[in-house]
């Protein structure tokens, strides 16, 4: 890995919020070099959380324990609902309502620089994770924002510059549920019967330690791992009873994307997004669900016989051009969730079981599926402040480096293209540049060209934002394997961008001035560079 210099960064973080508290409006520098280092006494919070980064030893496999990072939560004020701790090593759940006021009191116990973003919350710069807000062991950072996203589900993680693919790879990271009216009146599935499921891939040594070694093959690509953790944990079967249950789904690897459907071949039916419930629910053959993305599940077991089992799986590929010409692994081990290696990882097209559903109990009594879920408003091009002009999200690489638009991360820079008004809708069109990757890139063949068509999991901070449009460039059999997975229909945060494809989406930049990043959430992509801000004024 590459060395870091913490110090040298931290007075260069602290030099350029200097230069800040000058050039962005409504940004307040603290008067010493500890940003929001105490509450804000005119913010009244309704919840008020302690959350501390910190190292842990924990049950993951059979054996030893395994050393992680990990957010250790403790509830100051609110309904003992709002924290929820799982078992394993992630973060606990944070359930919040919408209106609510948050302060979350997070600490840095870790030997190294920690931050935490709020992924697909809308909340101001200062409170979002930007990376040059980290803070040292032994320091305290205040977070306070109202929630006002609807229902659905978010995560917290890290998000530190260069460190955001080890520190989440080794724990930090977590779920955010939001509540509201709207939701309470369908009277979905709750309690035992509102399952998560964090599915992320991770690959560990003899003695149960996490492993994480990148070639240069692998920084490329992303990280794969050969085990299949559940909730933080290796999970050999989730019991439920024959009635419907609804499941937040959200991917958690650092770069697999998941292709996910049942083993039997029952449809999915879809409730919600990464921005919350969908109109009505939909109905798909398979889901695709890339890094950071979110799916809401109804999952009805009526009508199974107890002691029977449904498997979630990840279904067969080929949505890569880096794994064309078949697998890199071979086949599966009996144990589920474990995957045979050549490279360190399995490859992205074979079948992978996730998570069984063991039938426990037969019951009656079960909720309908709503015909009807929340109303939403879709935006337009007549919506767009400017029609006349396109934002693009440009993905390329030179110099062996993935860049957006042309340029790799720089902490604080922005060019004239990010410079985006405040409350205005905007259209951006995601696509790849093909310039500088080399003439097998067009042909699928060749090893540069065909290395650099990938997918990439474009994550924008800020609002939620709506896809208008997906266009292949060149269908194909590859593209066949996946292209009935999509949910365009709802509210995003991340857009799964096949090669070849070109997607156009619009974003709301509502209330908030500042720098929000966009970035590739293929972490190790991320950690390369692959990150940008808009500046938002």
Not at 416 to 440: A, F
């Amino acid at each position: 890995m590459t060395h870091i210099d913490y110090k040298r960064r931290q007075f260069l973080q602290y030099a350029a919020l200097g230069t800040l508290a000058t050039t962005l409006p409504g940004f307040a520098l603290a008067e010493s070099r500890g940003l929001n280092q105490t509450p804000n006494n005119l913010f009244k919070a309704d919840v008020e959380i302690a959350l501390t980064a910190q190292t842990a030893d924990i049950p993951i496999l059979p054996g030893a324990h395994t050393h992680v990072f990990k957010y250790h939560g403790k509830l100051l004020k609110g309904p003992q609902t709002a924290l929820k701790e799982l078992p394993g090593y992630l973060g606990p759940i944070l359930n919040f309502e919408q209106g609510q006021k948050v302060r979350i009191y997070f600490y840095n116990q870790l030997p190294e620089p920690c931050v935490t973003h709020w992924h697909g919350m809308h909340v101001p710069q200062v409170m979002d994770g930007h990376p040059m807000y980290a803070i040292y062991r032994g320091e305290q950072y205040v977070y306070e924002f109202e929630v006002k996203n609807p229902t659905g589900t978010n995560w917290y993680h890290s998000h530190t510059h260069e460190l955001t693919a080890t520190q989440v790879y080794q724990g930090l990271a977590g779920l955010i549920t939001i509540s509201d009216e709207a939701e309470r009146k369908l009277d979905l599935p709750s309690g035992e019967f509102d399952i998560p499921l964090v599915i992320q891939d991770r690959s560990f040594t003899n003695g149960n330690q996490l492993r994480y070694i990148l070639n240069r093959h692998q920084r490329m690509r992303g990280f794969l791992g050969d085990t299949i953790l559940v909730n933080g944990q290796e999970i050999s079967a989730i019991p439920v009873k024959t009635r419907a249950y609804r499941m937040r789904i959200l991917n958690g690897s650092n770069s697999r994307i998941y292709k996910l459907g049942w083993e039997d071949g029952t449809p999915m039916i879809a409730i919600g997004t990464d921005g919350g419930l969908l109109e009505k629910p939909e109905t798909l053959p398979y889901i695709m669900l890339a890094p950071a993305e979110r799916v809401e599940l109804w999952v009805d077991f009526s009508g199974r016989k107890p002691g029977s089992d449904l498997m979630l799986q990840n279904l067969a590929y080929q949505g890569s051009a880096s794994h064309r010409g078949g697998g890199m692994g071979g086949g599966m081990h009996q144990d589920m969730g474990r995957m045979d290696m050549m490279d360190g990882a399995s490859a992205q097209n074979e079948v992978i079981s996730i998570a069984k559903f063991h039938i426990i109990e037969q019951i009656s009594d079960s909720p309908k599926l709503p015909v009807e879920l929340v109303p939403m408003r879709r935006l337009t091009t007549q919506d767009i402040s400017n029609p006349d002009k396109t934002v693009p999200i440009a993905i390329g690489m030179r110099h062996m480096a993935f860049q957006l638009n042309g340029k790799t991360f720089d902490m604080q820079g922005h060019t004239e293209l990010e410079k985006i008004p405040v409350n205005s809708v905007q259209k951006i069109k995601i696509y790849h540049d093909n310039r500088g990757m080399g003439g097998g890139m067009r042909g699928g063949r060749g090893g540069m060209g065909m290395m650099m068509a990938m997918p990439h999991p474009i994550h924008l901070h800020g609002q939620q934002f709506q896809i208008l449009s997906r266009t292949q460039i060149n269908q194909g059999n590859v593209y066949d394997t996946i292209k009935d997975g999509f949910i365009n229909s709802g509210w995003k945060d991340t857009a799964l961008v096949m090669p070849g494809e070109e997607i156009e989406i619009i974003k709301p930049f509502k209330d908030f001035t500042g720098l929000f990043l966009y970035h590739c959430h293929n972490l190790e992509h991320e950690d390369m560079g692959m990150m940008r801000n808009f500046f938002v004024s």
